[in-house]
């Protein structure tokens, strides 16, 4: 297959065309509406909507950016479909979509667009396709999105970037000292050195020096919810775990919100590649991984609030209630499942944190990948993930200096990664060694590090600009001492028959002490490090759930 049938190929599924008796078969979760020539179906930042399907006529698709930029990206005819995944999620449309000549449509709500996919399974599979083939292009393109206006290098917008990225929300960064749009921006709103960056949402408006949180608020991946809304599932954690857990429960016919504080995937998401997961024999992305197990979960109705850090657990109610952080609202819901994983493990460095995002990295995205091209850069760290990152970074840079504190990899990675660290020429191992200093400056980021090695107690300095730190993670359960959730010597939450008191007989074996909340994956005790094994304790929790609510008045 050339280059070229590839597109066509590809092309095709994007934009699919839909049979008059596969319409017919829409017709039961749609309803029949006109727009006159001109007329606007949505808008980007303000309309949700389902589908439509154009049955006369056609719906011009627009890019927009918000500065008030609009551009021709597609026409849909007759036995075509609008949309992509933000209607799956239900939230705003990030494009606009105008009449051409009169128009009628066959419209669907997000609640009967997911019952479409469930009832028409085959059906379903090619508009999922599609919805996902529209997203990546809208990546490639920097369709639609956010707006981010800065100087080139500001410390804030790597912070920014990276949390768009894995979300996969598509954004463009604009220079105000060559883009005259980013320019007259400027002019309007005079920021001060404290207002950088500029952030331009669909809907036109401007906030200055975002957070992830106004960012997600604009876009519509932190949604508004209620205090009264009793849900039957709270996740706490987008992890594999947690997304496993979504997906069933929801696919059973229990109402899910999944609570994440960065990014759907977790610390999974940020590996290159995934070789140990059964069914991909050439290896996944974790972002991929990730994103197709987001996709499934709307698919299933899943409610998603991304950020949305829990601050505590409160378990003296019942239904039981999550505290959001930084906020009073309290959410209800009949289980709790804790799939929060752990928080990246800092080095005891006294600048440490003066560096991180401005050339200390906690994950190998492409972004961090772009940044170091042709650098030398120095990864800490022995485990799987760090291997991983290793190999995808020494594609990308001059050379990978890789330290870790023990004699070898032996015990800590599988050989398949040592052996391709071995092979890779630009990788460079160094044993019994460990980051003793970091030197640089606000402005320019880091400039220099020194490392010591502590079998010929040698100190050497190097001119690097770019740290990753793979040194493992500590369980994130400090929020939950309020409600007693018994922990390990190491901060693990205890399930099952590990609990101390009550005989386990009493207990499901991934539930904690505390009846209706569960732990899942990397942060419960005895847990196997691995993300099958996360997915499949995700599954596995979710009968138990059933168990418990069947036990409920």
Known sequence: MTIYDTFKNRSAQALPKLAPAEIKRIQRFGALMCFRDGERLFEAGHSSFGMYVVLKGAIRIGRYDGLGNSSVITEHGVGEFAGEISQLAGAPSLVNGHAVGEVEVLALTTEALRSLLIAEAELGERIVRAFILRRVEQLDNKDGGVVLVAPPGHPRMHALQGWLNSNGLPHRVLDPRSDEQARALVDRYQPEASDWPLAVCPDGGVKMNPTVVDLGRCLGTLPPLSPDTIWDVIVVGAGPAGL????????????????????????????ARIENYLGFPTGIS??????????????????????????????????LQVEMCGSLTHLQGRAVVLSCGARYRRPSLANLKQFEGKGVYYWASPL???????DEVILVGGGNSAGQAAVYLA?????VHVLIRKDS??????????????????????????????????EEGLEKVEVRNHRSKEETVYNIKHVFLFIGADPNTGWLSDCGVKVDDKGFILTGSDVPGAPGSERAALETSVPGVFAIGDVRARSTKRVAAGVGEGAAVVSQIHGFLASRP
């Not at 496993?244 to 059973?252: I, L, N, R, W």
């Not at 972002?287 to 698919?299: C, D, E, I, P, W």
């Not at 961090?368 to 042709?374: H, Y």
């Open 244 to 271: 496993a857990t979504a997906v069933y429960a929801a696919s059973e016919g229990l109402s899910v919100l999944v609570l994440e504080t960065r990014a759907y995937g977790g610390q999974a998401a940020a590996s």
């Open 286 to 319: 974790g972002a991929a991984l990730a994103g197709r197990a987001f996709v499934q979960s709307q698919k299933f109705g899943v409610k998603m609030a991304i950020p949305a850090p829990a601050g505590r657990l409160l378990c003296d109610t019942y239904p």
């Open 368 to 374: 961090e990948a772009g940044l170091c091209a042709n």
């Open 395 to 399: 594609s990308h840079a001059a050379k």
């Open 409 to 442: 990899l032996a015990s800590t990675m599988s050989s398949y990664l040592i052996d391709r660290i071995a092979a890779t020429p630009n990788i460079e191992l160094h044993t019994q060694s460990e980051i003793v200093a970091l030197e640089g400056c606000d």
